[in-house]
């Protein structure tokens, strides 16, 4: 029996299994930086703001060239024309736009449309109602050819009117003109005013439509107006009897 000095350790009794010593691991995330204090804060904007200068600094005329692109429009309502002179006042700030639109097109639609059963056969209100849409259509496929172009067109409006003048006689024949009683065509005939008539583009308009009749155009219109003189004649006995 062994006797333990005092202040001596006692011995350590081995076990069997033997313990590894521990080493503490050291931290290596860094820190972030703190910002630089001279970097000031960058708003939504600013790079929205850097991008449209940039864009335009690169294509100055590109954007303006698309805002003055002529809108479309549809086809086939009694404010067409309205419409189209307000889209070229939106387009050109300051500039005057084709008298056309607003003191022939507009003035003519309103003027056709307002016409009834007492003023047209049912054929001649038929035949109205497709030539509006083919005067107006006749415009805009002038457009959707060349779109800088019609925007230039319509800043010439003697051009403009001369354009537009010129597409009305395939409007009125190709719309089935020469197959409308005589009726009919006295009341088309005097719609427009002799002032809009008598110019130097509304008579060759006239000269062109009637060059588009032939005899066969002749011969229909006379049977039109006789089938429509004969409706009167019976309607007028049916009344008195």
């Known amino acids: 029996m062994k006797i333990q000095r005092p202040g001596t350790p006692a011995p350590r009794t081995p076990t069997a299994r033997t313990d590894s010593p521990v080493t503490p691991l050291k931290n290596t995330v860094r820190s972030p930086a703190p ?19 940039t864009a335009k600094a690169v294509a100055p005329g590109r954007s303006n ?6 809108a479309e429009i549809p086809t086939g309502t009694k404010d067409y024309y309205r419409k189209r002179y307000d889209d070229f006042v939106r387009r050109n700030p300051g500039m005057t736009p084709p008298s056309y639109y607003l003191e022939y097109g507009q003035k003519y639609c309103d003027r056709f449309s307002s016409l009834g ?13 497709r030539t509006l849409k083919a005067l107006q259509d006749a415009i805009e496929t002038k457009r959707m050819e060349d779109p800088a172009g ?7 409006p003697e051009a403009f009117k001369k354009f537009a003048y010129d597409s009305h006689p ?11 009683p005589a009726q009919d065509l006295m009341k088309i005939g005097t ?12 008579l060759r308009q006239i ?16 049977k039109e107006s ?4 004969w409706k009167d004649l019976k309607h007028s006995f049916s009344r008195l009897f």
């Open 35 to 53: 910002a630089a204090s001279s970097a000031p804060a960058r708003s939504a904007d600013a790079f929205e703001l850097s991008t449209r200068a």
């Open 65 to 70: 060239a698309a805002r003055n692109l002529p």
């Open 117 to 129: 059963p007492k003023d047209l056969t049912p054929e001649g209100l038929a035949w109205r109602d």
């Open 150 to 156: 019609f925007a230039q067109l319509e800043r010439d």
């Open 170 to 180: 395939d409007a009125y024949v190709q719309s089935g003109l020469y197959k409308l």
């Open 191 to 202: 719609t427009p005013e002799l002032k809009d008539l008598f110019t130097k583009d509304g």
């Open 207 to 222: 000269a062109v439509a009637l060059g588009k009749m032939d005899a066969g155009d002749m011969a229909s219109v006379a």
């Open 226 to 229: 006789a089938k429509e003189m």
